[in-house]
């Protein structure tokens, strides 16, 4: 659609651009990674643990990789791929996000000997932790954007606010940016059926209508995704 001036309005401009992408999937080569997804690293937790989560400030240094070996750990960056010169140190019942490290066991006591052990490795290896986001021995912990306790792993609570306090779309860029908020958090309800009645406004070309019926929908499933992400999803014990 072409406005008085001449030009293409916004929306039609990124649904011709998206419509161009598309078109290049089919001969790109699929992005992957060689570790697992924060999502799937926060569920490794085994239940009715205690935690103690470390943040790495400076200073990575860890045991070097056979030159042989150094392309299974390819990975994508912006400016093209690259591969690791070193791997980290195999430490158990431990998960690493970056520069956040998670220790969990069955007692405080074990898990108090653990982070003795982490902190003089750290040490030993010039490696720089954060006293501020250090979290020891706890039933409930956050690590790499999501919320562990003792059962189930959860966004953090700022996720829910935002949710909660997310302002009524006036246009469908707002209703495009409502469900990139909410994709997010997926992983924890059924989006399909609670945002069903939104998704036509998603659709190129589609005109902006909002009507009570709509508005009184969009609160009411802000308030059972809201239920939904409390209750979280349940850490499989094996």
């Known amino acids: 659609m072409v406005s008085p001036d001449g030009s293409m309005r916004q929306e039609e401009r990124q649904a011709s651009a998206n419509r161009r992408f598309q078109a290049l999937n089919i001969h790109a080569t699929r992005e992957t990674h060689h570790t697992r997804s924060q999502f799937h690293q926060a569920r490794s937790v085994p239940s009715n643990k205690k935690k103690t989560v470390f943040d790495c400030w400076n200073e990575y240094h860890s045991v070097a990789l056979e030159e042989n070996d150094r392309h299974l750990t390819t990975f994508i960056t912006p400016c093209g791929r690259y591969r690791n010169k070193t791997a980290p140190q195999d430490i158990p019942d431990k998960t690493k996000c970056i520069d956040d490290t ?17 902190l003089d490795i750290c040490g030993r290896n010039g490696i720089t932790l954060n006293p501020d986001k250090f979290t020891f021995g706890e039933d409930t912990v956050e690590f790499a954007g999501f919320q562990i306790t003792m059962d189930t792993v959860r966004p953090r609570h700022r996720y829910i606010d935002v949710i909660r306090h997310f302002p009524t779309p006036t246009n469908n860029t707002d209703v495009r940016s409502w469900f990139g908020m909410i994709n997010e958090v997926s992983y924890t309800f059924a989006a399909t059926e609670r945002l069903l009645q939104f998704r036509q406004l998603l659709k190129p070309g589609t005109p902006f209508k909002w009507n009570s019926a709509l508005d009184q929908i969009f609160e009411e499933s802000k308030s059972v995704i809201i239920n939904e992400i409390n209750e979280g999803i349940r850490i499989f014990d094996k």
């Open 102 to 118: 998670l220790l969990w066991a069955d007692n405080l006591t074990t898990n108090f000997f653990q982070a003795v052990n982490w």
